[in-house]
């Protein structure tokens, strides 16, 4: 990481971006640690209707032992 890498990932992104606002490099070196202090606590999860499917099938099977 760079000193210029975030100015240059700004422009990049503002570049691809012309109506976003929330690229400066500030912003992006808050989005990475934020990244940073929560990565250990996230994962990727289904959506909800697919959780559910999952929980009934989970109780299907408790019920059938």
């Not at 990481?1 to 992006?28: E, H, M, V």
């Not at 250990?40 to 999952?54: K, T, V, Y």
Request: glycine share 4%; proline share 5%; net charge neutral.
């Amino acid at each position: 990481w760079g000193s210029k890498f975030f100015a240059s990932l700004s422009r990049d992104l503002i570049a691809q971006n012309p109506g976003a606002t929330c690229f400066s490099p500030t912003n992006l070196l808050y989005m990475r640690n934020f990244y940073r202090l929560y990565s250990n606590f996230l994962e990727i999860a289904q959506q909800p209707a697919e959780q559910m499917e999952i929980l009934k099938e989970l109780d299907q099977q408790q019920q059938l032992r």
